[in-house]
Nanobody, 113 residues
Framework: QVQLVESGGGLVQPGGSLRLSCVAS??????MGWYRQAPGKQRELVAAITRGGSANYADSVKGRFTISRDNAKNTVYLQMNSLKPEDTALYYCHARAILLDYWGQGTQVIVSS
């Protein structure tokens, strides 16, 4: 049974930092990443990383967010710096195993003064 468990969300002031973590279990995952969904908006890709370490980012977070993964621990991280109010959203961990997609329950990030 595949499980994705996120942690690390919270309330932070503009300009602050947060680090999200997602521990995956139950399979070997190729791509892993983070999506987010703000109220009234569609879910969007934030960042993704392959098992080999190749990463891609949404233009809105380039230079501020860094995705990384530890294959031995089946864990993906998202370091978020210089956070802005528009980064406020529910952040979902995503993992792909062969042709199947899996999602976490989401962790809330609120950027507000």
């Amino acid at each position: 049974q595949v499980q994705l468990v996120e942690s690390g969300g919270g309330l932070v002031q503009p300009g602050g930092s947060l680090r999200l973590s997602c521990v995956a279990s139950g399979s070997i995952f190729n791509a892993m990443g983070w999506y987010r969904q703000a109220p009234g908006k569609q879910r969007e890709l934030v960042a993704a990383i392959t098992r080999g370490g190749s990463a891609n980012y949404a233009d809105s977070v380039k230079g501020r967010f860094t995705i990384s993964r530890d294959n031995a621990k089946n864990t993906v991280y998202l370091q978020m710096n210089s956070l802005k109010p528009e980064d406020t959203a529910l952040y979902y961990c995503h993992a792909r195993a062969i042709l199947l997609d899996y999602w976490g329950q989401g962790t809330q990030v609120i950027v507000s003064s």
